[in-house]
C-alpha cells in the first residue's frame, strides 16, 4: 500500500492529541508525519507508535510535500494556513467552523457525502460535533421517508468547549467558582453555547440548521434548534423531532436506521436500553435509539442519538474522511 505524509495542526489540543490516537488505531499509511503547535510548545514532543515527533513551528513552505494535513487550532489558524497549506499541495481536513459554508469547500460525514470532495476546493470542512452525530440518522430516514422539518435538543457535553470546559467542569466539582461558564456547570444545565444573535439563536444553533441543509443537499428542510451545555465531562446527547412527507412506520425507521453504515440501534426502553454517554465514550459509533412516533405530527417521529463528540464528533470524523479518500486511491 502506498504511504502518505501527514501534518496535524493543533497537535497539542484535545481533538489534536485525539487526531493521533485515532490515526494509530486506524493504522493510516503514514510515511512522514509532522506536528505543528503554537510557539510555546514549539519544540516539545508528542508521541505516535511509540516515536517521539518534536513539535514544530507554522512556517510558509511547512505544508509542500505533505499529502494531508489536519487542523484543529481554531478558526483563525484556520483562516489563515489552511490556504497556504491547500496552495502548497496537502489536502486539508479542517475541524474549524470557519470554512464550513464555504461554498468552494465540502462539508462532509464521510458515510453521507463523501464524494463531495470532488471538483471542490483541496480545503475540506469537518462539521459541527452535534451535526455529524444528528445528520447519520436523519440520512437514513430521509432517503426512506422524505424529511420536511427538524426541531433539535441537544445535550452537549463541556468537552465540545475543549479543555477549558472540562477544566471548568472540574472545577465546579470541587466546589470551586466557575472560571469559563457563566454558571456552576457541575450544578446546572446552561441553555448557551456560543454567542447570541439578534434572532437569539445561537451561532451553535445555526450550526447545526446551515450544516444540516449543506450535507443532506436539502435547503428546503425547515430546521430549528436550541442548544444545551450539560455537566457530561464527554458524550453529545441530541433529542430529534422529524416531520416528515410520507407516512412514517416505526418498525421500517428503526431497520433502515440499522442498516445504516455508522449507526447501531440501541432500542429496548423497558430494560432500561438506550443511547447514553457513557455507551459511546471512547468510540466512533453513532448510538440511536428511543425511536418513536411523534404523537403531535401525522408523520412525525421522535429518536434520540448519543455519541463521542471528540472523538466522531470531531477527530474521528476528520481521520475517516482521509481515510475513505485513500482506500477509493488504491
Excluded at 44 to 71: N, S
Aim: negative net charge.
Amino acid at each position: 500500500m502506498k504511504k502518505y505524509n501527514f501534518a496535524v495542526v493543533g497537535a497539542t489540543g484535545l481533538v489534536g492529541r485525539t487526531f493521533l490516537k485515532v490515526m494509530e488505531e486506524y493504522d493510516l499509511p503514514i510515511d512522514e508525519l509532522h506536528l505543528f503547535a503554537s510557539e510555546r510548545s514549539v519544540g516539545k514532543t508528542l508521541t505516535y507508535k511509540g516515536k517521539e515527533y518534536v513539535l514544530e513551528p507554522l512556517k510558509v513552505g511547512c505544508f509542500k510535500g505533505i499529502d494531508f494535513a489536519l487542523f484543529s487550532a481554531g478558526g483563525s489558524v484556520s483562516k489563515e494556513w489552511a490556504p497556504i497549506a491547500s496552495n502548497e499541495g496537502a489536502l486539508v481536513v479542517d475541524n474549524s467552523s470557519y470554512w464550513r459554508m464555504n461554498d468552494d469547500c465540502a462539508l462532509i460525514v464521510p458515510e453521507i457525502n463523501i464524494n463531495d470532495y470532488k471538483n471542490k476546493s483541496r480545503i475540506i470542512a469537518n462539521p459541527n460535533c452535534s451535526t455529524i452525530q444528528s445528520v447519520l440518522p436523519l440520512k437514513a430516514l430521509d432517503d426512506a421517508f422524505h424529511i420536511t422539518k427538524i426541531s433539535y435538543n441537544t445535550y452537549q457535553a463541556v468537552a465540545g468547549s475543549g479543555r477549558k470546559g472540562l477544566d471548568d467542569l472540574e472545577r465546579c466539582r470541587k466546589g470551586e467558582k466557575p472560571e469559563f461558564y457563566p454558571y456552576d456547570i457541575a450544578s446546572t444545565c446552561i441553555p448557551e453555547i456560543d454567542v447570541f444573535g439578534d434572532d437569539g439563536y445561537t451561532k451553535e444553533e445555526m450550526k447545526m440548521v446551515n450544516e444540516t441543509r449543506k450535507i443532506l443537499h436539502r435547503d428546503d428542510i425547515r430546521i430549528s434548534a436550541t442548544c444545551i451545555r450539560v455537566p457530561v465531562a464527554v458524550g453529545h446527547g441530541v433529542s430529534m423531532a422529524i416531520e416528515c412527507e410520507k407516512p412514517v412506520d416505526v418498525i421500517k425507521a428503526r431497520e433502515v436506521l440499522a442498516a445504516y453504515e455508522g449507526i447501531k440501534v440501541v432500542d429496548d426502553p423497558k430494560n432500561h436500553i438506550y443511547p447514553v454517554s457513557t455507551l459511546a465514550k471512547g468510540n466512533d459509533t453513532v448510538y440511536v435509539g428511543r425511536i418513536r412516533k411523534d404523537l403531535a405530527s401525522d408523520n412525525g417521529l421522535l429518536l434520540y442519538s448519543v455519541a463521542d463528540n471528540v472523538r466522531k464528533g470531531a477527530a474521528a470524523n476528520a481521520v475517516q474522511i482521509v481515510k475513505k479518500i485513500i482506500e477509493e486511491a488504491e
